[in-house]
């Protein structure tokens, strides 16, 4: 069983500093989500500086979400730069599946950076394989799942040597040998934009005091609480995406608290944490 707690105090303790290149939709939400959690944010996107901030951060966060060329090269240089320094990667290929362009720049991107865990959801997930998409894009975090889109995270995680967290109506963490549903949570996350970015920066933060496959998990878990928590005690939208932040900064006790979301194998058993 994980102690995902525990794990969170571990973050807080180490205070990592996390390297995120985010979209403009998302940037300062992420920032403020790295803060309440424990870790350090800092988000540095001139090309120029990418070898000296990498050098210094413990994990990359890599949101490819409103892009440009520019903003593709500086993503590579940061990712081929955490790898020479043996720093997690986190690789968020946002609304790869919505141009030829996007498609083309990620792929790229993925043949010259070795990812520690790409968060993607499973429209995100086929179109890194080349296969149909069943998603409409990005905004299908709320989506079910098949067992199709399931095997191709595997299949994925296996070709990029990686672990895939795949967002859904549940989430589905794979690290192409060993699988898990994280099931539960709200629907409330699909309707605060960003929420699939911020899980992605909650990644990078556990990935630095854990290995992916658990740094996956423990996130996963700990956003689905979360957005349940929301749910429940928010009166509208915004005071839920205040509560986002409230709740983050107390992770370590809600993740011990009752609720409805759980952790099995595919196939397997369920537990709580």
């Known amino acids: 069983m994980i ?41 540095a996107s001139a090309i120029q500086e990418m070898e000296d901030i990498t050098r210094i951060s413990q994990a990359t966060v890599l949101n490819l979400g409103t892009p ?14 955490a790898n020479k320094y043996a720093h997690p990667v986190i690789v968020d290929p946002v609304g790869i599946g919505a141009s030829l362009y996007r498609k083309e720049k990620v792929t790229q991107l993925l043949k010259e950076v070795q990812p520690t865990i790409i968060r993607a959801n499973v429209g ?34 296996q070709q990029l040597d990686c672990v895939v967290l795949m967002t ?41 005091v854990t290995d992916p496959l658990t ?28 509560q986002l932040f409230d709740y983050a900064s107390q992770i370590e006790q809600i993740t011990k608290i009752q609720h409805t979301v759980t952790i099995h194998e595919s196939g397997g058993r369920k537990h709580d944490n």
């Open 124 to 157: 995100e997930v086929q179109s890194l394989l080349g296969s149909k998409s069943q998603a409409r894009g990005v905004d299908s975090f709320a989506q079910s799942h098949s067992d199709d889109g399931q095997s191709d995270a595997v299949v994925l995680a």
């Open 168 to 208: 859904g109506k549940d989430d589905f963490v794979t690290n192409g040998t060993h699988s898990y549903l994280i099931e539960g949570g709200s629907s409330i996350l699909t309707k605060i934009t960003g929420t699939g970015d911020m899980l992605s920066v909650l990644c990078g933060a556990l990935s630095n």
């Open 68 to 81: 440009n060329d520019s903003k593709y090269a500086t993503c590579t240089k940061a990712g081929v730069y």
């Open 3 to 43: 102690e995902i707690n525990h794990l969170w105090g571990k973050v807080r303790e180490a205070n990592p500093l996390v390297h995120t290149i985010s979209n403009l939709v998302s940037a300062n939400d992420c920032a403020n989500l790295l803060l309440a959690v424990g870790a350090s944010p800092i988000m």
């Open 215 to 242: 740094a996956a998990l423990s996130a996963s878990y700990s956003w689905k609480v979360i957005g349940k928590l929301v749910k429940e005690s928010s009166a509208g939208l915004g005071q839920a995406h205040r």
